[in-house]
């Protein structure tokens, strides 16, 4: 029965490694990275929160809207003028930010008008026969096959092999990561910097707009309570299509600061995780609940570096989806509890 | 309209008047027409018609490869389109399967058990029940905490699942070799011969037509047929009938009496061990498991070949598992078609696409798939039901001013649940 005894050894010897000095000596360092892809992961969760909350679907295509989004930016780019190459941009400061400004607003172009688009052809025709969710749910698996592979084969045929194609996209870098300052011995790179600031602006300006404007109010409405919202005046079909937009947009202002971090990530497949990622952070903190979707993206990101810290590069990716089972399991409403409608104005 | 008003006998169709015919038969007779006709499709790659014959791959090989496929798409249909749970991640119980076999009969394996007491010749035939019973045991552990949630939450959950399976199976790389994967995997060794050495189910075995494939297809057949036995019969008793209810209103049929959380871990445990069967063969067939062909983007294959076919339809789900294997090999390698010149390979490539596609369409327009299930009387046996479709249908056909009865009839009952 050596066969036995062998299982014995192997499960001995260390099948996973745990290292608690690891996470000890880097745990700022790890603190901040964690911040930098939490407040990635927490854009694009607001896009399945928003569309939960207004339709209770989870629009699994959301992930191909941010891969898209890379596209988008990483084409805009492109027409700016940069060619990819090894080496990085000097444009000073200013053109920087302007370049990366134009970027960011080809991704969210492109992003926002295929989340729109998408929920035109693929789930309206859906809701006008009141199909049941299971529906919806294919429908999002079909969705993102298509865009995957358009981007995968007709897209190089379409751009003569600028854009798509089976391997990644060679990164245009506008912005070379240097170190600022530290805190607490951990450095802080520009990179850094850019990614959090420009998230935490967007998540405030989205956080107002929901909570302020008449278009908030007219999707918490639709959140709440569809058909005393329709009686009172507000156009259902306008709510979904700006939840649709607002979630499409923010995707494709996360995809230019995904590709600020991630240089080599534009690749026709690089959605699928993050997507699931950002789908497990709006769950921990709540899915339908846009604060909610905020706090739980950055908590993933951080706990996801802990945990790869602790048991390895190669078990990052699963801790979000642990992370996922086990919010599901323990508290399903998540951390802030599932309202989008009862967020206050 | 005008046309079918005159005849309406026309009104039923042809699909209507088939399934009527067969379900009107008895069940010696049914026997009698099933036979033949199964006997015909596992004399395919024997006969290698023509034009069906792939180009590119070999058609044994294909055809097996359709076999795994149509128990996979039986097995997730148990807990798609019989229970309605959506399953995302049924990929991780085929690769548990797969890696069951593998782990036990792999000279790569820490755990391999041919080395010592296991004899090569039986070890895919020990390990084939092991596997089914550790992926009913993986469905288990899956499905107990979170069969609770509801519908869409559980997609997401299973996608996990599919994802951390294969994971697991690329990090543990001191078990499962990592991404170098398990090789030299068990096979049965049947028909040992001078020129097959290793018997007619072993890779080596290449002689036309009766390579390895049709073997392994042949062995499917066989498999596939014990499956619809085991799950028609479950269908048509007392268990079949708590999915259904489920399927259809999971709070009604709880207040009803139904131990709902009870019969959806049931028919997550069916679907897994009938996937880790699927698993088995597959790791037999090639003898080699890589985390990379158990990517979630299969279980999506998997799944478009359940709503292709018609979800909770066994022939149907079957059909589907056809369309997804055979149409891209079909095409791969292919030139021209009936003299037209065509790019084969390129349209192989773009199969996903397509699906895709597929699937959006088939939403919009045909929820049900391309063979709807028709709901029966599942308490009363056929007799009954073949009494009452027929009435229903000659009600239906009858009043020739207002044909509008007919049409959603028939929309409404085979309908999208």
């Given amino acids: 029965m050596s066969a036995v005894m062998t299982v014995g050894t192997t499960l001995a010897s260390g099948v996973i490694s745990f290292d608690l000095g690891s996470l000890g000596r880097n745990f700022w360092a790890l603190t901040i990275d964690g911040l930098t892809y939490g407040s990635i992961y927490a854009l694009v969760a607001v896009g399945y929160t928003l569309v939960y909350g207004v339709l209770r679907l989870i629009n699994f295509a959301h992930s191909e809207i941010f891969m898209l989004g890379m596209f988008g930016q990483y084409a805009t780019l492109m027409l700016l003028g940069f060619t990819p190459s090894g080496n990085a941009y000097q444009e000073g400061t200013v053109m920087t930010v302007v370049y990366l400004l134009i970027a960011m607003i080809g991704g969210m172009i492109v992003a926002g008008g295929s989340a729109v688009g998408l929920e035109r052809v693929a789930y309206r025709p859906l809701r006008k026969r009141g199909a049941p969710s299971l529906v919806f749910l294919i429908t999002a698996i079909g969705a993102s096959f298509i865009i995957q592979e358009f981007v995968h084969f007709v897209l190089p045929k379409l751009t003569g092999g600028k854009l798509g194609g089976v391997n ?46 008449k278009f908030g109010r007219g999707i918490r409405a639709v959140a709440q309570d569809p058909v005393t919202a329709t009686l009172m005046g507000v156009s259902r079909e306008r709510v979904i299509m700006l939840t649709f937009l607002i979630g499409g947009v923010l995707a494709g202002a996360a995809a230019l600061l995904y590709t600020l971090r991630v240089p080599s990530g534009i690749i026709y497949s690089g959605g699928f995780i993050l997507g699931i990622k950002a789908f497990s952070a709006a769950v921990l903190g709540g899915i339908g609940n846009l604060r909610g979707a905020l ?50 104005a | 309209m005008s046309t079918e008003s005159i005849t309406p006998a026309l009104q039923l169709g042809v699909g209507d008047r088939l399934r009527l015919w067969w379900d009107a038969l008895a069940r010696p007779t049914q026997w009698l027409v099933g036979v033949p006709f199964i006997v015909l499709i596992a ?174 297809f042949w062995l499917s057949i066989v498999l596939i047929i014990i499956v619809l036995l085991v799950v028609g019969n479950l269908e048509r008793s007392r268990v079949g009938r708590a999915w259904v209810a489920i399927r259809e209103d999971e709070d009604a049929a709880e207040i009803m009496g139904v131990p709902t959380f009870k019969f959806k871990l049931w028919a997550f445990l069916i679907g897994a061990s009938i996937g880790g069967l699927s698993g088995a063969l597959y790791a037999g067939q090639v003898q080699f498991v890589v985390p990379s062909t158990f990517n979630v983007i299969n279980s999506m294959l998997f799944l478009c070949a359940v709503v292709l076919g018609g979800q909770g339809n066994k022939l149907g789900v079957i059909l589907g598992a056809f369309i997804i294997v055979y149409l891209p090999n079909f095409f791969l390698g292919r030139t021209e078609l009936f003299g037209i010149p065509i790019n084969g390979n390129d349209i192989a490539n773009y199969k996903y696409l397509f699906f895709g596609l597929a699937l959006v369409v088939l939403m919009i327009f045909r929820p049900q798939g391309l063979i709807p299930a028709r709901q029966k009387l599942l308490t009363y046996g056929r007799s009954i039901y073949v009494a009452t479709r027929r009435a229903a249908l000659a009600l239906a056909a009858t009043p020739a001013p207002a044909p509008a009865a007919a049409e959603p009839s028939d929309t409404t009952e085979g309908g999208a649940r």
Avoid: C, H
């Avoid at chain 1, 078990?315 to 509890?337: K, Q, S």
């Avoid at chain 2, 049924?90 to 007491?117: C, E, K, Q």
């Avoid at chain 2, 399976?165 to 040992?192: C, H, K, M």
């Fill in chain 1, 168 to 213: 990644a996209q060679q990164p245009i870098r506008l912005v070379e990561a240097q170190v600022q300052f530290s805190i607490f011995g951990a450095d802080v790179t520009n990179v850094e910097i850019i990614i959090v600031l420009a998230a935490i602006l967007l998540a405030v300006a989205t956080e107002r707009f929901i909570s302020i404007t």
């Fill in chain 1, 295 to 344: 706090l739980g993206g950055l908590l993933l990101g951080v706990m996801e570096l802990y945990g790869q810290a602790l048991f390895g590069t190669e078990w990052r990716d699963v801790v979000a989806f642990v992370v996922l089972i086990l919010v599901l399991m323990i508290r399903p409403t998540g951390i802030l509890g599932e309202s989008l409608g009862r967020a206050r």
């Fill in chain 2, 43 to 216: 004399l395919l790659p024997v006969i290698r018609p023509p034009v069906l014959t792939t180009v590119g791959t070999d058609f044994g090989g294909v055809l097996a490869q359709f076999g795994m496929y149509a128990l996979l798409a039986i097995g997730l249909n148990v807990v798609v389109g019989q229970t309605g749970l959506l399953d995302l991640g049924y990929v991780g119980f085929y690769a548990i399967g797969a890696y069951t076999v593998g782990l036990l009969t792999s000279p790569d394996s820490p755990w391999n058990l041919t080395d010592d007491w296991l004899s090569r010749d039986w070890a895919w035939l020990f390990a084939l029940p092991v596997a089914i019973a550790i992926t009913a045991i993986s469905g288990l552990l899956l499905g107990t905490p979170t069969l609770r949630l509801r519908g869409d939450y559980l997609a997401i959950v299973t996608l996990g699942f599919g994802e951390i399976v294969r994971l697991l199976a690329d990090n543990l790389s001191n078990i499962t070799g990592g991404g170098r994967g398990l090789s030299q995997i068990a096979y049965p060794v049947v028909g040992e011969s001078a020129s097959k050495p290793n018997g007619v189910f072993s890779a080596g075995n290449t002689s036309q037509p009766l390579n390895s494939g049709t073997w392994w």
